[in-house]
């Protein structure tokens, strides 16, 4: 602002969130938002206006003819025919003055209008409606993100994560930003996105393992990193995405993969406990649905014990490796919640033939790691482990893997100049989302989606 430049106090008109309505006394008041519906009857009019806090009704006289005798004839006939001409989804402004009133459903107040601004006008035909289906909504995802169901997915996202950072900073975590940009592969090149990358040639990260693992030599001690992962997968499942976001944290000075599922279920409580406290109830309006907030221990079952426990059940996993697959995952599921009343399983001790060459062996067994996937509601969300953290071992292990420790040189200097045992987790944040709300696809959760066929918008 220039120095002696002055404002009018009286001039500024502050805007109102819908949601603070019901705490104003009566009188003048400007909102904004978007128009839901509009009731054009011949003597009054009424719009529901939506702003991001939610909906209020505006109601309006209708003056159908100019009276040259009434000052005011020419702005209430203009605000008349404005509202006559409103499309379905216009930004609007109003002023106007507020009234408590119990009759009034929505909300137990209305606004009677005394000016209004057309911001942003839209079509008169919207391409999407509320039975379209869900590709068709996600042409459309600005215009469906209006839908109050959607609204609420990402005031739980916002949360959720705070209360995980929240943990993560009480307990003295450092928040770390990873590249995404990576010279090699942090796991395989199965999953990988190769990007030209000037003269050479780079990977997407399918996540921070390597960087987050650098932290611990660097002495950070424990770390985090919400961000995003990419993996170059072309399945077509509810449940997986090409681009998502990854909840991770490594820690040091471990005694086993026990104090990696500590924290994960810790985090848990916290996030789940933040959401039920502050959108419980909009959750049960919305979605018709209590959100648990589980109990710790999180029952835990070693892997090969679960393959048992669903074979008994009658369901025999028709894999050539010896992980679990979706079905299995969804039995064991089942069995944790007829025996234990819980949401949640760890499948612990996963065969080092199925798990990364850097996932920490079972002294005296070789065959099985110190790793666990985090079982929600019957779906994978979650991988963790301590991690090998001697560097002859991590390059035997590479090696059986099919890895070139060449390749990984810049890895396996991590561990070469002194590193603590430590271990962590990698989780899917859609992943939660959805299976917290119990939605049928990954893609109602996640603001933008990208699979293998959606690049837009």
Known sequence: MRSGTRVSLSLVTTRVLIKNLADLPEGPVSVSGWVETVRDQKKVQFIVLRDESGAAQLVNPATRELNEDDDASASKLAITESISALAHGSFITVTGTLKHDERVKLGGLEIKLESLEVVGEALPETPIAADSSLDKRMDWRFLDLRNPKQ??????????????????????????????????????????????????????????????????????????????????????????????????????????????????????????????????????????????????????????????????????????DDDMDPEGERQIAAYVAEKFGHEFVFLTDYASS??????????????????YDLIFNGVEISTGAQREHRVDVLIEQAKEKGLDPEELEFYLDFFRYGVPPHGGFGMGLARVLMLMLHETSIREVTYLFRGPTRLLP
């Open 354 to 371: 199925i798990r990364p060459f850097y996932h920490m062996r079972h002294e005296g067994d070789a065959s099985i790691t110190k790793s």
């Open 151 to 320: 609204n609420l997915i990402f005031r739980i996202q916002t949360t959720f994560e705070h209360a995980l950072r929240t943990y993560w900073i009480d307990n003295d975590f450092i928040e770390i930003h990873t590249p995404k940009l990576m010279a090699s592969a942090s796991e395989s090149r199965a999953e990988l996105f190769e990007v030209d990358y000037f003269d050479t040639k780079a990977y997407l990260a399918q996540s921070p393992q390597f960087f987050k693992q650098m932290a611990q030599p660097a002495g950070f001690g424990k770390v985090f990193e919400v961000g995003p992962a990419f993996r170059a997968d072309p399945s077509f499942t509810s449940r997986h995405a090409t681009e998502f976001t990854s909840i991770d944290s490594e820690v040091s000075w471990i005694d086993s993969h026990e104090d990696v599922m500590k924290l994960h279920e810790d985090l848990i409580v916290a996030g789940f406990s933040a959401v039920k406290e502050k959108h419980g109830d909009e959750i049960k309006a919305l979605f018709d649905l209590d959100v648990v907030v589980p109990s710790t221990p999180f029952p835990r079952i070693p892997l090969a014990e679960a393959k048992q426990i669903v074979a008994d059940r009658g369901y025999e996993v028709p894999r050539a």
